[in-house]
């Protein structure tokens, strides 16, 4: 097979996923928050909401991890939340472009309390709201 055949056969099968996957799901505002990081705040208490209460507001976590950040160098456990949505795609000429927003949010706990959050999106500063 010659490069350019894998290239067309590359182009096609990422176009059928990506058509796929944008025809059966809503396509999503690039501004859109991270699901439940407004009601962090409201909803939870540094040093006494529990991790259960945590795990009742945002569900099971992706990942699990540790940190120590100064000033204090105190030891966190961390959950980690993420999310990715196909925004679209587009094809010029021989090249295809996927436009994909990934969110990621931690969850810092100390001594089993929550503790504090840092949420984090890929997309550009002009296009939140």
């Known amino acids: 097979m010659t490069a350019p055949t894998r ?3 590359a182009r096609a099968g990422l176009a059928g996923l990506a058509a796929a996957v944008l025809g059966t799901a809503p396509t999503p ?3 859109d928050e991270f699901p439940e990081v407004g009601r962090i705040e409201t909803s939870l208490s540094r040093g006494v909401s529990t991790q259960r209460e945590v795990q009742a507001l945002l569900g099971v976590p992706d990942g699990i991890g540790n940190s120590v950040f100064p000033p204090d160098y105190r030891r966190h456990d961390v959950w980690f939340y993420e999310d990715i949505e196909l925004l679209g795609m587009t094809t010029e000429g021989e090249i295809t472009k996927v436009g994909v927003r990934q969110q990621i949010l931690l969850v810092f706990f100390h001594d089993g ?6 949420w984090s999106s890929s997309t550009l500063p002009g296009d939140v709201k």
Not at 113 to 118: L, N, Q, V
Request: aromatic share 16%.
């Open 113 to 118: 309390r929550f503790d504090g959050f840092a």
């Open 7 to 9: 290239t067309r056969m």
């Open 29 to 31: 505002s690039a501004a």
